[in-house]
Every structure is written in structure tokens, then in C-alpha cells.
């Protein structure tokens, strides 16, 4: 018989988080390293384990994820994300409680791009009248 595996896409900013979800006693592997190892901050840590605490679920699954792109802030939002879908594979009537925290939307913010003859994408330059 074959080992159910619940597959998700995390995104935030420029991060791409691709996430797998096995039943499990609770390890979490981020780029073949420990989450522990991969995240310094114990802020990324505990973003990253948000949606299982919300739910009840902290312990029950093993989660592998791939993510690639931005800084690790972003990272660890991506993979957020990315547990908060796959949990709604394994569970839908989870949905509400991931809903209401805000879990489920994907946050679309990115940099906005720098625009030609001005040092950034809002700054200008200091307009001289003489």
C-alpha cells in the first residue's frame, strides 16, 4: 500500500515553498536540513509552525519542504503557505479555523519595480526651479 503523501504551494514575495505532508511524529525538513539548522531566528521558527498549532495537529505530521527564492522571511512565510493548503488536503473542515487567521491568502506584496531617471520606484529626484 502506498504512503499517503499531501502535497502543497506556499508563496510570499519572491519565495517559492513546495510542501509534503506525511503522517508522522512531527519532523520538519527544510532544504534536506533541519528546521532548527535552517532557521536561525526563532521568529522563522515559529511562523513556520503556526498553522499546526492553530490546528491541533503539531506532532502528527512530518513535513519535507523545498523552497527556493527571497530571503528567509519570506521563505518562512512561504512555507506557512504552503502547510496551511496542504493541511485543507488532509483536513477541509480545517478551513474556517486557517480562513479566519488569515493563513489560506496568499499575501501578493512584492517590491514594486525601480522606474528609468528616478533613483527608485517612489523617490525623485529634488526638482530645482532655477
Known amino acids: 500500500m502506498a504512503e499517503q503523501r499531501f502535497y502543497a504551494t506556499g ?13 508522522g511524529d512531527g519532523k520538519i525538513i527544510v532544504n534536506r536540513r533541519n528546521m532548527e539548522e535552517y532557521f536561525s531566528r526563532a521568529t ?50 480545517l478551513r474556517s479555523t486557517l480562513k479566519k487567521a488569515g493563513f489560506i491568502t496568499r499575501d501578493s506584496r512584492i517590491k514594486e519595480r525601480k522606474k528609468y531617471g528616478q533613483p527608485g520606484a517612489r523617490k525623485r529626484f529634488q526638482y530645482s526651479k532655477r
Open 44 to 93: 522563522s521558527r515559529m511562523i513556520v509552525l503556526q498553522p499546526l498549532k492553530l490546528t491541533n495537529t503539531e506532532g502528527q505530521y512530518d513535513i519535507l519542504v523545498n523552497v527556493q527564492g527571497g530571503g528567509l522571511s519570506g521563505q518562512a512565510d512561504a512555507i506557512k503557505h504552503g502547510i496551511s493548503k496542504a493541511l485543507l488536503e488532509v483536513n477541509s473542515s
Open 11 to 23: 508563496k510570499r514575495k519572491t519565495s517559492i515553498a513546495r510542501v509534503w505532508l506525511t503522517p
